[in-house]
């Protein structure tokens, strides 16, 4: 179980720092707010899970670093080009999410208390940025 939730922190403190990089660079007001809204969310589920994990912070550096690089990246490109790369990232997100809870649920015994509801409550909202996201990447194509 230690190791599903690892992966999940990891996976979040990827994605806020995705965002906190795209904030830092992309100045239009409305792309900011919704890219604030999302990162605000990926930071609860952050708080939400870390307390079932309290020893693996310091091993998130490289995490927070190589997501701060990929949000730099990212944000040079088109935004609709970001939208698409992004609504993909957060689909694998919400995939994370369900093999997390699905791994906990085969694992049977004792789960902590909420946890579960925690990961289900976190994948949908993940398939929800990932929408969020597949509006102006439509424009693509
Ligand atoms: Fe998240
Ligand atoms: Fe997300």
């Avoid at 007001?29 to 310091?58: C, D, M, V, W, Y």
């Avoid at 609504?87 to 997100?93: C, G, L, P, T, V």
């Avoid at 902590?112 to 509006?135: N, T």
């Amino acid at each position: 179980m230690e190791k599903i939730l690892r992966g999940v922190l990891r996976a979040e403190t990827q994605a806020i720092a995705i965002y906190t990089a795209e904030m830092f660079w992309i100045k239009n007001p409305t792309r900011r707010a919704a890219l604030l809204k999302i990162r605000e969310e990926e930071i609860e589920h952050q708080n939400g899970l870390a307390p079932f994990s309290p020893l693996i912070r310091i091993s998130l550096k490289l995490d927070r670093i190589s997501g701060l690089l990929l949000g730099t990246l990212l944000s040079a490109l088109p935004w609709s080009v970001l939208c698409s790369v992004q609504s993909w990232a957060e689909n694998e997100a919400a995939k994370i999410y369900a093999q997390a809870a699905k791994a906990l649920r085969d694992h049977g015994g004792d789960l902590p208390l909420g946890l579960l509801e925690k990961l289900q409550a976190a994948e949908r909202q993940e398939q929800e940025h990932s929408l969020f996201f597949q509006g102006p990447a439509r424009k693509l194509y």
